[in-house]
């Protein structure tokens, strides 16, 4: 069998990369059964678009966003809520829990998990210095077009945030018509968003998180064994891409800081103050499963205290 | 179907199809407009109407061109029927018509398949609005558009000189 | 059976049947051949709603039509007559760099055709120009300016090279650099063309000098259309409007100029005009949508990948991948419209092309260079057809018209393939 598989991924990236050498691993070890073709580069169209397809069966996957998924099943935001998370290895430390939870949700909804991976965290990157929450005011921020969550942080913060395609922000940061955007610094180089923004505010406002899922009927058609191998083979080229994401993050905040963009400390409780906010505002839409995102803290607040008086 | 309900319905539906397409490009006018003005005063924006502009642009393009089927102004590579006679003319008018009321069917009939599939997974045009209304317009659009197709497939069989577009009367004769 | 059925859809090309049915039927027949349902096809066509730049297209439309509709074109001719009269070719060049800057902010979408083809058209007859020249003009015009900023092209192939991780980085602010001497290279060589047209002695007799008193009076004329440019060009780089809300705001100004203050569009005929300017919006919005859906079946098929393997396979030169290279895009750009044909074609010509020694900043300029050519290459570059319906002109009276125009450019677009300082003398 062949599963299609489409993302707006360039073709180049270390990304698709990785996932290229996944396919090669996959038909080797399914003796030529199994073959992945790749359609990045969103040749294939959006996330959205790519979900369509799966349905009318000319793709049978996509690497596509969190968000995509999420009016199919809410608990794709889990890790993308705002100013969850303070560094990677909580990220990792309740990944071991909840990923398995992701999974599920996603397959009651007829969607086979093959991969999740983090995309890094993204920052607020400005013209000025955004330490206090306040700050925020006056400024010109952008969101991405129909980003709810993104859309009610800034409404709590007292401001109405801009909404354009991710293609016009570059022209909007030239003309000053955007001064404010939320990006991972690896993205911000990608974009030359960098080369218009003189701040960085260095509290990690939400994780960035992508996933490879596949229609299960697809899937299930593909004998067992060979099942089992597909999903060997691609956990183990997420795992690498989370490490390699990693490193390109690390490399990329010095290339900002090289570039003279400074890295301020915002104020981390105002912000926390805020997103309580607008996940009490969002729990009403359906935005994220509350429940799910309680336990979430719990054992964050749990791994936390462990860390600390490991650290006594 | 007597000949006079006939035209009073293809009138009604006409002057149906030119106020929607007038009150969609009013909408998307206002609505862009609007999407500025609110910037300049507010320094924000309402985050539903550049998905909303970009639903009128599809609604905009396909009902423009359920127009241009009306009299047949679409783009054509019209070669051949310059060269040919009246009845050659006649031919290349009822292939040409013909073959794009098949195609058009084909369209519409997929896309009443694609809306059954929007409505059977929830598929969401932007924030929490559901897709399939604003998709509606494609079976629409091109199950119109093959019924004129199908209309100007028999003007030109009954029709001696059949020409489509009024405007063009007597210019290529 | 393939071929034949090719041969079938082009036999019904060449009939008459409309280009959108030819080009859906190829693609449904593809997707067909390959057991993919074929409501793939509307999934396609709803793609229209995914590019934002395209609300600028009914837009511009519709204001280039009431302007048309208005007394603008007489008062155009008025002041560059008045302005410009006394130079040779003087209202061909203004139309040029008009087209051109226009162009340049819509992103060469066959507006630039509709709207101000529709104001130079009956100017340049006015100021004494053959038809000939008109129709060859305004159709080559469409397209030229593609390489001015802030250009949608010109940046989409930025966005598109930037994120294939190339060891050579590719900035949009070198983009618009590059940009500048090959799309002024265009511009000159035409302006001499034009310069050097025969014009009907009549329409040359009654004014050869320059008049301050007329001059004065034409720009008062033009007081309510003046400040268009420069609400748009100032709105965008004051920081007040996007590039693509420049449409919007013109249309409205233009809405309210016409019909409220000069009142020279009355609100019986107004629902007319938007018809009209509708009408053709919806001819080329539905060729684009249906070629989304052929596009993507190539790609599905694997079709440019091959094509391009194949040609990458037996080449081994720079000289002579740059001349394939040339051809290769002069026929796509003829047959894809600039948007896909970059977002499809620059992952997969660029790397090869880095490996011949190519620098992407010059491969974009040439890329987009050729795709300029291609909207007017017979016998199915786009904006042939825009003009063939915008002047109710055969089709084959354009490929006439626009043969002069075609190969002065042509001869533009080898210099910029061959030599690339003229891209990359600003850039480090
Ligand atoms: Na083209
Ligand atoms: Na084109």
């Known amino acids: 069998a062949t599963l299609k598989i489409a993302t707006v991924v360039p073709n180049g990236s270390s990304w698709m990369n990785e996932m290229k050498a996944a396919a090669k691993e996959v038909k080797q070890k399914t003796g030529g059964r199994v073959k992945i073709k790749y359609y990045p580069g969103g040749v294939m169209g959006s996330d959205k678009t790519v979900l369509r397809k799966m349905r009318s069966g000319q793709l049978h996957g996509g690497a596509i966003s969190a968000g995509a998924l999420a009016h199919i099943y809410n608990g794709v935001q889990l890790y993308s809520l705002p100013f969850t998370f303070n560094n990677l290895a909580e990220v990792r430390h309740v990944r071991k829990t909840f990923d398995p939870i992701i999974a599920e949700g996603l397959a009651d909804n007829g969607f086979q998990l093959l991969g999740l991976s983090e995309g890094g965290f993204a920052y607020l990157m400005s013209n000025k210095a955004l330490t206090k929450a306040a700050d ?50 690896s993205g911000a180089i990608a974009l030359q968003w960098h080369t218009k923004i003189q701040h960085l505010a260095d509290e990690p406002l939400l994780l960035i998180m992508g996933m490879l899922v596949v229609d299960q009927k697809a899937f299930k058609k593909i004998n067992a064994d060979d099942q089992a191998i597909v999903k060997q083979v691609v956990a183990a080229a997420f795992k690498r891409l989370d490490t390699i994401n990693e490193e390109g993050d690390i490399g990329a905040r010095a290339a900002l800081q090289k570039n003279g963009i400074q890295f301020d ?46 650290q006594k | 179907m007597p000949k006079i309900q006939i035209q009073r319905v293809q009138r009604w539906l006409h002057n149906a199809e030119d106020f929607l397409l007038a009150a969609v490009l009013f909408v998307m006018l206002f609505l862009a407009i609007t999407d500025i003005a609110m910037r300049l005063a507010t320094g924000g924006s309402l985050i539903w109407i550049p998905p909303v502009l970009q639903v009128l642009v599809l609604w905009l393009g396909l009902l423009g061109a359920l127009l241009a089927s009306r009299s047949q102004e679409h783009i054509a590579i019209d070669v051949l029927s310059r060269f040919v006679g009246p009845f050659g003319k006649k031919i290349c008018g009822i292939s040409g018509s013909l073959f794009a009321a098949i195609v058009c069917s084909i369209v519409a009939f997929y896309g009443i398949e694609f809306i059954q599939q929007s409505i059977e997974y929830d598929d969401i045009a932007f924030a929490q609005v559901p897709a399939w209304p604003l998709q509606l317009i494609i079976p629409f659009t091109f199950s119109l558009m093959a019924i004129r197709f199908f209309l100007h497939t028999l003007g030109f069989l009954r029709i001696k000189d059949y020409q489509p577009n009024p405007a063009l009367k007597g210019e290529n004769a | 059976m393939a071929i034949l059925i090719s041969a079938l859809f082009i036999l019904l090309a060449l009939m008459g049947a409309p280009l959108f049915a030819v080009i859906a039927a190829s693609a449904l027949w593809g997707f067909f051949q390959q057991d993919i349902n074929l409501s793939v096809v509307a999934i396609e066509i709803y793609r229209l ?124 602010d070198d983009l618009f650099l590059a940009g500048i001497i090959p799309g002024t290279l265009m511009l000159v060589a035409l302006s001499i063309y034009s310069a050097i047209q025969p014009r009907d002695p009549a329409a040359l ?65 107004l629902p007319i005009v938007m018809r009209d300017s509708m009408k053709l919006v919806g001819a080329i919005m539905v060729i684009l949508a249906v070629s989304l859906a052929s596009t993507n079946y190539m790609i599905d098929a694997g079709i440019p990948t091959a094509i391009f393997d194949f040609i990458s396979e037996h080449i081994d030169s720079q000289l ?8 290769f895009l002069l026929v796509l750009g003829m047959m894809l419209d600039i948007f896909s044909a970059i977002v499809i074609m620059v992952p997969i010509i660029l790397p090869i092309a880095i490996q011949f020694g190519i620098h992407p900043v010059h491969l974009g300029i040439l890329f987009l260079a050729n795709m300029q050519l291609g909207y007017f290459t017979p016998p199915v570059g786009m904006n042939l057809f825009i003009a063939s319906f915008r002047f109710q002109r055969p089709v084959t009276e354009l490929y006439r018209a626009t043969i002069p125009f075609f190969f002065i450019l042509l001869t533009t677009v080898l210099l910029i393939t061959y030599v690339p300082w003229l891209s990359l003398v600003f850039i480090d």
């Open chain 1, 136 to 185: 925020i005011q006056g400024q010109k921020v952008w969101v991405p077009e129909g980003d709810l969550i993104g859309n009610e942080i800034f409404a709590v913060a007292g401001i109405k945030p801009i909404a354009s395609p991710i293609s016009n922000v570059y022209t909007g940061l030239q003309t000053g018509l955007l001064d404010t955007v939320t990006i991972n610094p």
């Open chain 1, 265 to 310: 400390k915002p104020s981390g409780t105002e912000w926390r103050e805020i997103a309580k906010k607008a996940l009490i505002n969002l729990e009403k839409v359906d935005a994220y499963p509350a429940d799910t995102y309680q336990q979430l803290q719990t054992a964050l607040e749990e791994y936390r205290k462990s860390q600390q008086s490991e």
């Open chain 3, 49 to 172: 709603t995914e590019m934002p730049v395209l609300t600028a297209i009914p837009l511009f439309t519709f204001a280039g039509y009431l302007l048309g509709e208005s007394k603008a074109p007489q008062r155009l001719v008025r002041i560059t007559d008045a302005l410009l009269g006394w130079m040779p070719g003087g209202l061909a060049i203004v139309a040029l760099i008009a087209c051109a800057l226009f162009t340049a902010f819509t992103g060469a979408s066959g507006v630039t055709i509709v709207a101000l083809g529709a104001l130079l058209y009956p100017a340049l007859k006015k100021a004494g120009y053959s038809t000939n020249f008109n129709l060859g003009l305004i159709t080559t015009s469409g397209s030229l300016g593609l390489l001015f900023a802030p250009s949608l092209p010109l940046i989409l192939y930025g966005v598109v090279a930037q994120q294939l991780a190339l060891d050579i980085p590719v900035s949009i």
């Open chain 3, 205 to 269: 007799a009654n004014k050869t000098k320059f008049d301050a008193k007329e001059a004065i009076a034409a720009i008062k004329d033009t007081a309510w259309e003046a400040p268009l440019p420069i609400i748009v060009l100032g709105g965008i780089y004051g920081g007040f409007i996007a590039v693509s809300e420049a449409a919007a705001i013109t249309a409205f100004y233009v809405l309210l100029v016409s019909v409220v203050i000069r009142k020279e569009i009355s609100l019986r005929r």
């Open chain 3, 320 to 327: 002579t991948f740059l001349f394939l290279l040339f051809l």
